[in-house]
């Protein structure tokens, strides 16, 4: 073998364009050190700037001409697996992102460097032990009691217990750091630093046994075991009722994957489903368990990351960048909620956590598991076709009956002089609830107080000056906020234009939580949603409180319509079933039906019988009709038809290229010409279209103009070279400099 001299480095902070493994020489000092994996400073560009890289691959001395060395090794054993970088380099193909965007999004926060030092250090505590036979540290004990007695506790302690932190044995005996070294020099003790994880706090309790299936259960239990057990990778879609005892079965298959000596990786869209999930996990799996989410600290994710990495933690679970955990020999990959939007990342690399966990269980020949009651409809066509098995759960674990929903006409109670979000209807139900001392759950996907405030003179609005969308009025603050860009203003008394009246218009849960006390003076109501969670410390403590204080009414966005599992939830009201009915994507019938289905899935999950009131301007709608009869299949198969009739997804695959910039005119002929382009190259392609340029449903985000060219075309038919192509060479185009170019696959915007 010759000798290995050169390291393809993937280098940090290097445009789309640019990117491609570069040529470093190895110096010989740094042989030992330099593999694949690690992370590295080398000299970049003429000027020869310190840049952070990581090691893709060494090669053989070859033909080369004097290579610049590398700087420094920054890691003392690889920090990615030669597994970990081929998934950078596919992702890299895949989802138009640099090597190094990839590798960042695998890496924990507390790992990267600033100024060439690591942004978050380890964490040491000073170990205390006795550095004698116990015999003798008695006797010293005792001749030290009367004039060092604060030496002789500490010894005394130390003999009773063997070892201990030095703050907490502090504590406990009172003693000085003096008495602690004088024990030390007198070589009575040791004191060792020791690395500590910094570790989330986890539910307590006892380890209890695994929970039993009933028969619809254990009949998908054992075929989805079944495929987990090839020598191949396996798929499956497990459709599931609200309430069928999904959870359960996961249990189960991660406890059989642990007992094979495989891992597993449990996702969850939501951080405020994480909570419920570990709690209900912990209790069986206790330790074993590491959980990823960005309510962590930095520190505490760089170590439950560490947990994983060296094997003392089997079972992850996390929200989308969890699937980057470093688990190796993967048994499952498990996706609640598989159809959610959040597990799509909207900024760079911009992946789907289903499509990188296909790629892992490929790896490792392991099983991905989809869950969910309103399954994405281009998986279950996939389960159609037959690329995953297709298991089902038609009923509630316990034979409990699904909630009755009744579907309320909101232009009827407006025309009955009822000019408040909540109907007769609901405002009945609601009392009927608290009489039986029994909680409530109000659904509306709009934060704020109102959607926006007009003068009813001249009609003005207020809008965002960075963004072409209103401002929302926070009544709590008294000031309107863009949602977007998070300007801020205080609001005017009169119009700012005329002097007129100003008019508010729309209902946000800020909104529906003063009506609510206007309506129940007396009644406590827990609101939540983005503007609340954060300063109540994190979704688990608004839940937490919502269990334990029986709150009789709980208003919230999207956070509350799934996986919440509450016993004495009897009443679920959606207020405006239509809000997300008309949004300007394909997706947007199947994610109203989504969100009414699992809000409505909330309600009657244990003894007590739950009812649903679903609000909407348009009770003709199938898709609301559906959702109140919790009828997926009649669902799915009028949403594949369409889809199959406008050829989009499935049947076909979307590559948008967007382009930004403050100057609109360059923009949109940066996408035309891009347009242009793409026309020519796939004149010749059959069932190929080329759509656009269009602007998105927010044309301007931050002062920046956005439009996009959205190449269709049926799957595999090998486009993105051109999408790519153009990505590349268009952000360095100096025609349009001051334009940010992007590819992404299947957007959710």
């Not at 038809?641 to 076909?652: D, G, I, N, V, Y």
Request: charged share 25%; hydrophobic share 35%; glycine share 6%.
């Amino acid at each position: 073998m010759p000798d290995v001299t050169i390291a393809k480095i993937a280098v940090s902070g290097i445009p789309f364009r640019l990117d491609r493994p570069f040529d470093y020489a190895i110096p010989l000092d740094m042989k030992e050190k330099v593999q694949p994996g690690v992370r590295v400073e080398v000299p970049f560009t003429r000027a020869n700037r310190r840049t952070e890289g990581i090691v893709l691959a060494l090669a053989p001395i070859g033909a080369y001409e004097k290579l610049k060395p590398i700087s420094e090794v920054l890691d003392e054993t690889p920090i990615l697996t030669q597994a970990q970088i081929k998934l950078a380099l596919w992702m890299h193909e895949r989802f138009f992102c640099t090597v190094y965007e990839a590798v960042k999004a695998m890496l924990p926060a507390g790992l990267w460097f600033k100024n060439g030092k690591r942004r978050v250090s380890d964490k040491y505590v000073t170990m205390t032990a006795l550095a004698v036979p116990a015999e003798e540290a008695a006797e010293a004990a005792e001749q030290k009691r009367r004039r060092a007695p604060q030496q002789s506790e500490l010894l005394r302690t130390l003999c009773a217990i063997g070892r201990a932190a030095l703050p907490d044995l502090r504590e406990f005996t009172g003693a000085s750091l003096q008495s602690v070294r004088a024990l030390r020099d007198a070589g009575l003790i040791s004191l060792e630093d020791v690395l500590v994880y910094r570790r989330p706090e986890a539910p307590e309790g006892e380890r209890q046994p695994l929970p039993k299936l009933n028969s619809e259960q254990t009949k998908a239990f054992k075929g989805i075991l079944k495929l987990a057990g090839g020598k191949k990778a396996s798929g499956a879609l497990l459709f599931g009722v609200t309430g069928s005892g999904k959870t359960t079965i996961y249990i189960r298959l991660i406890a059989e994957m642990r007992r094979r000596g495989k891992t597993a990786i449990l996702l969850v869209p939501e951080i405020a489903l994480t909570p419920q999930m570990l709690r209900t996990f912990s209790s069986h799996f206790g330790d074993d368990i590491a959980v990823l989410h960005s309510s962590l600290s930095a520190g505490e994710r760089l170590d439950e990351w560490r947990r994983i990495k060296n094997g003392e933690a089997g079972v992850v679970i996390g929200t989308r960048s969890a699937i980057f955990a470093p688990a190796e020999d993967l048994g499952i990959i498990i996706i609640d909620e598989e159809q959610e939007d959040s597990y799509k990342s909207e900024n760079a690399p911009r992946y789907h956590a289903r499509d990188v966990a296909k790629f892992r269980c490929a790896q490792d020949n392991a099983l991905l598991l989809l869950g969910s009651a309103t399954p994405d409809v281009e998986s279950r066509w996939r389960a159609e076709q037959g690329s995953y098995a297709y298991f089902t759960l038609s009923r509630r674990f316990n034979e409990q009956s699904m909630p009755s929903v009744e579907i309320v006409d909101m232009k009827r109670e407006l025309r009955r002089g009822n000019g408040s979000s909540i109907s007769e209807r609901l405002r009945s139900e609601i009392s009927e609830n608290l009489e039986r001392g029994e909680q409530s759950i109000l659904f509306l996907n709009r934060r704020g107080a109102n959607k926006l405030i007009t003068c009813v003179d001249c009609g003005f609005t207020y809008s965002c000056p960075n963004c072409s969308v209103s401002l929302t009025y926070h009544s709590f603050s008294r000031r309107l906020m863009c949602h977007h860009c998070g300007y801020t203003q205080r609001l005017d008394e009169h119009c700012p234009e005329c002097g007129g009246t100003l008019k508010y218009v729309g209902t946000g849960t800020q909104k529906l939580e003063e009506e609510l006390h206007e309506l129940f003076p007396d009644t406590p109501v827990l609101r939540m949603d983005t503007d609340t969670v954060a300063p109540a410390g994190g979704h688990d403590v608004l839940l937490e409180r919502f269990q334990t204080e029986r709150i009789p009414i709980m208003v919230g966005t999207q956070m509350v319509t799934k996986g919440l599992n509450f016993e004495n939830v009897t009443l679920v009201g959606v207020i405006s079933a239509d809000q997300s009915l008309y949004a300007g994507d394909y997706r947007a019938t199947e994610r109203t039906f989504s969100l009414i289905t699992q809000v409505v899935g909330r309600s009657g999950r244990f003894e007590k019988p739950g009812r649903a009131v679903i609000q909407t301007f348009t009770p003709e709608n199938e898709t609301i009709r559906q959702a109140a009869r919790q009828d997926y299949e009649s669902f799915y198969r009028a949403e594949i038809e369409l889809r199959r009739l406008q050829a989009l997804p499935p049947f076909t695959e979307l590559l948008c290229i967007t382009m930004s910039g403050r100057e609109e005119s360059l923009v949109l002929g940066c996408a035309a010409k891009a347009r242009d382009e793409l026309l020519d190259a796939t004149r010749s392609e059959n069932g190929v279209r080329v759509l656009g340029p269009a602007p998105l449903s927010v044309l301007r985000v931050n002062n920046n103009y956005r439009y996009r060219v959205t190449l269709c075309a049926p799957p595999g038919r090998g486009l993105r070279r051109f999408v790519a192509d153009i990505v590349a060479r268009y952000s360095s185009d100096k025609q349009f400099r001051g334009v940010s170019v992007y590819a992404d696959t299947n957007p959710s915007d």
